[in-house]
Every structure is written in structure tokens, then in C-alpha cells.
């Protein structure tokens, strides 16, 4: 009688486990774009603190089963506020959390500063000279831009043609398909033959800040034809500083 007792105990235990372990409640609902006004497909749906989630169909549709007590239900998608919902569900019972309201987010991406270093005369250890504004105004006059260089050591650059931006620059002997110019470290010879087309530059002269010119091998990541020199010009910006 005893032994049949326990036998009885141990499988009402046992059925009293396997029922708390598989009571469940579902949670259902829509996702919805609060701002196109319309369903939101592949949002996810995620129990806080489990891995219990799943991502709405097509029409914003989720269903999700959770354990009965109180929860946190998390709905996230890329580029929307995170929503959170506080449910209690009992066992065997169905939430129906209706139109879940998603808003996009105002990303606010943090400051990218880009730092650049130019060589400074008598300082930088390279063959480098500085052309400045002053001497910009004073030299361009009804010069076409790369004239400018023309008073600059080992520079020859002369107009060829009636037509703007036909001019024609040789730095220490190599011609425009061997020289590098950039605009604010940006090159902008020709990917194909190296050369340097002055006529889709039009107006550059009233935007220059300063130019340098490198003579010799220039090291440089890019793609650019840097054997004999290298021109870097650099523009005015709305909030240049000082130096």
C-alpha cells in the first residue's frame, strides 16, 4: 500500500512539472509604421531576457508564446525607436497587444573630424613650395590657373589654344600625365591617361586658399600618377581657422 502511495506521489509530481513547464500564454499584435502609416515587415519581436523572438510577416503580423508572469516584450528595426511593452500573461492566456506604433529615429551620428597635415616651409623635410593666397591675387590676374606655377623652381606652364583651361604644365621635365594634382588631397588627374583637364575646373582660381607643390616622388595610397611632382590645392572653407 505504501510502495503504491509513492508511486502515486511521484507521478503526480512528475505530471505537475511537465504542466508548469509547458503552461505558455501567446502574445500577438501588428507592427506599425507610425509615420508611413502602414504595416512594418521584419520587425523583431524579443521577450527581455530570453532569446524567445520572432519577426513580423508581411503585414506586420507576430505571434509569440511566453511563459505565463510578468514581461517585457522589446520591438526593434533598424533606423525606428525601440518600443517597449509591459504584459502580464496567465497561463493559457492570449495578449493582444493591437497596432504597435513604430516612429523612425533621428539618427544623430557623432562628429567625424578629419585631421590633415600640409607641409610647412623650412620645417617639412621635402623639396616644397607654398603659393598663398596674397600670391594667388597678385600672379593670376588674366592668367589661366596653372599659370600661376610658372614663377615656381622647375615649373613650366604656358597657354596653348584660344579655349579656357587649355594650358599645358611640365614640372623638371615630365609632362601632366606624370604629375599628381589633388584638390584638397583629392585626385583629380584622368584615371585612364593621367592627364589633368583645366577645363572642368572652371572658377577654381576664386576658391584657392594656398597650393603646394612637391617636386619629386610623391608617396602616396592612391592611384595617381605622382612621379615627377605632386600639386596639392587647397580651397576656402565656411569655417576655416586661422593656421
Do not use: C
Request: charged residues 20%.
Amino acid at each position: 500500500m505504501r510502495r503504491t502511495f509513492t508511486k502515486l506521489y511521484a507521478t503526480l509530481v512528475l505530471m505537475l512539472i511537465s504542466t508548469l513547464g509547458f503552461s505558455q500564454g501567446i502574445v500577438k499584435g501588428i507592427a506599425w509604421d507610425g509615420d508611413m502609416n502602414e504595416a512594418m515587415a521584419g520587425a523583431n519581436v524579443v521577450v527581455k531576457g530570453t532569446t524567445n523572438g520572432v519577426t513580423t510577416d508581411f503585414e506586420g503580423n507576430f505571434e509569440l508564446t511566453v511563459k505565463p508572469g510578468k514581461r517585457t516584450v522589446i520591438f526593434t528595426f533598424m533606423g525606428y525607436t525601440t518600443v517597449k511593452k509591459h504584459i502580464t500573461v496567465a497561463d493559457g492566456q492570449t495578449v493582444n497587444l493591437g497596432k504597435i506604433i513604430m516612429k523612425a529615429d533621428a539618427v544623430g551620428l557623432q562628429e567625424i573630424q578629419l585631421i590633415a597635415n600640409v607641409a610647412v616651409d623650412r620645417k617639412t623635410p621635402v623639396a616644397v613650395s607654398s603659393i598663398t593666397p596674397t600670391k594667388i591675387q597678385e600672379k593670376l590676374g588674366t592668367q589661366e590657373f596653372p599659370e600661376i606655377l610658372k614663377s615656381t623652381p622647375g615649373v613650366y606652364a604656358t597657354r596653348q589654344g584660344g579655349g579656357y583651361g587649355d594650358s599645358r604644365i611640365n614640372l623638371r621635365g615630365f609632362n601632366s600625365e606624370n604629375v599628381a594634382v589633388m584638390i584638397n588631397g583629392i585626385p583629380v588627374n584622368d584615371m585612364e591617361n593621367g592627364r589633368v583637364y583645366w577645363s572642368n575646373w572652371a572658377g577654381l582660381s576664386d576658391v584657392t586658399r594656398s597650393m603646394q607643390v612637391q617636386r619629386g616622388l610623391g608617396a602616396s595610397k592612391v592611384a595617381v600618377p605622382s612621379i615627377g611632382v605632386t600639386i596639392n590645392i587647397l580651397t576656402n572653407t565656411t569655417n576655416a581657422k586661422k593656421g
